[in-house]
């Protein structure tokens, strides 16, 4: 399988002399779900959000389908955004919109902002958030607004409009630190099914270690911005978790 | 036991005190520095005590000058320079939108990340709010000559400062996360403020919008004073002329609109919320 997204030697200080991320090299395959796993504050997010340019990263290099993109900015950075979808923890919709607007809020990258003021979206991209809706089970709720819906309702609005973006890559930040364990449970389970029915890789970072090892194809452990296991997830022990998280009380 | 250890304590030491020795003193020295400023601003406005004391009388005699009310005098003048008053306050308001809704996204720093542009942007802000509407009026009827275009863009300038500094802060206050969402999709500078910045804060812009309006109706009824059209002119003239009793239904008529004004406006924005 080919590479689509290569990190190589990464680095970032938010504050000079204090790293977060100490040189992360890892390879992405065009398929798979990918949970990164460490305890809060070891750089997951910090690396997730470097790969769409949220965060500008330090040195090394990030290729994405051969195309090197830490230091690209301007039209070229939002021409790749599009590209990319992203899911957030606290789902990041624009809550005084109705649910199918947070869903074409997806295409804005593809829209100039005056077609997208009065809402001239193609009836191509209409007829996709229908059909995204239905995959999520809220057709009933496209008029409805955003602030209206439950957590778990909200995300997986959040995920049809990054899907809405028909990414090449799909990231997702805490996706189900804010949910309920079912719900957490339907968030990944829909993470998994769209990444593999779009043949697209997900890369999702979280804290539950049980989820991880229940949805990924791969787990990455990370701890003090270095990665310190990477491997399937039948192969993560209690020994790779003392070493992710520390200690080992927890562990009982 | 617990009970031992507490009773071991003195109970004379356990004295609350609210204000400690120094903030007593600074307290008692903040009231005495109120009380000699009262004096000194008192003894600084030279009160004419004749004409103090004979104030109750010269009331008595404006009110019964101003009765009975020339009611005629409504259709004939009032009505009219009334109709002034809401155009100039109307297009006062729809012009300091125009002006503001610039300034507003060139303040807010999360939209315009440039410490210049904020600079620049508040500085006219701060200029436009720092001049009162009757200065603004002088300036513009200068200008203009006298007239209700004097008073619309005296309006419109003293608007601008008020809309553009809470619409800044409006914009400044939303929430960073819906953003990110729309940057991480790809969308442009200006698609992020049509679809995440405005709907976040359009309720607020029309609760402003609607606040400036309501003052911009009281204060276009006092621009005629300086000649810049609308009711003030009328009143100006009854005044001249010590007819009160047409100043009377003038006065009236201002009270009336502003009553209206605030439960319509008051109903608008409760809709709009």
Known sequence: MSVVLSIQGLTKA?????????????????????????????????????????????????????????????????????????????????????????????RLGYLSPLKAWLRRFPQEDIEHAYQLLDVIG??????????????????RVGIARALMQRPELLLADEPTSSLDPKTSVEIMELLKSQGEDNKIPVLVNMHDVELAKRFADRIVGMTGGRVVFDGLPSRLTDDHLKLIYGGEGWLQ | MVSHELTATPLMSRVWQRHTLAQKLSRLSLWLLIGVAVLLSLSSIS??????????????????????????????????????????????????????LPLAILAAHNITPHAGLNLFAKTMLVASRSVNSLVWALLFVAVFGPGPL??????????????????????????????????????????????????????????IMLLRWDINVRESSVLGLVGAGGLGMAMNAAIDLFQWDRVAVILLTIFAVVVIGEVVITYFRRKLI
Request: contains cysteine.
């Open chain 1, 14 to 106: 938010y504050k000079p002399g204090v790293p977060v991320l100490k040189g992360i090299d890892l390879d992405f395959d065009e398929r798979g779900l990918t949970a990164i796993i460490g305890s809060s504050g070891t750089g997951k997010s910090t690396l997730v959000r470097i790969i769409n340019r949220l965060v500008d990263p330090g040195d090394g290099t990030i290729v994405f389908k051969g195309e090197d993109l830490s230091r690209i900015h301007g039209r070229q950075l939002r021409e790749l955004r599009r590209r990319i979808g992203m899911v957030f923890q606290e789902y990041n919709l624009v809550e005084r919109l109705s649910v199918m607007e947070n869903l074409l809020c997806g």
């Open chain 1, 138 to 155: 809220l057709s009933n709720f496209a008029n409805q607004r955003a602030d209206s819906l439950s957590g778990g309702q909200r995300q």
């Open chain 2, 47 to 100: 009160v004419i005590w004749e004409f103090l004391w004979d104030a109750p009388e010269q009331m008595a005699d404006m009110g019964s000058r101003m009765w009975p009310l020339d009611f005629p005098y409504y259709p004939a003048t009032v009505h009219a320079a009334l109709l002034e008053t809401f155009h100039i306050a109307t297009l006062g308001t729809l012009f300091s939108m125009v002006l503001a």
């Open chain 2, 150 to 207: 004097a008073g619309t863009v005296a309006i419109a300038c003293r608007s601008v400062g008020f809309v553009g500094k809470l619409l800044g802060e409006a914009l400044e206050e939303v929430p960073r996360g819906s953003i990110e969402a729309l940057k991480a999709a790809g969308a442009t500078q200006g698609s992020q403020i049509l679809y995440g910045y405005w709907p976040a804060v359009k309720p607020a812009f029309w609760s």
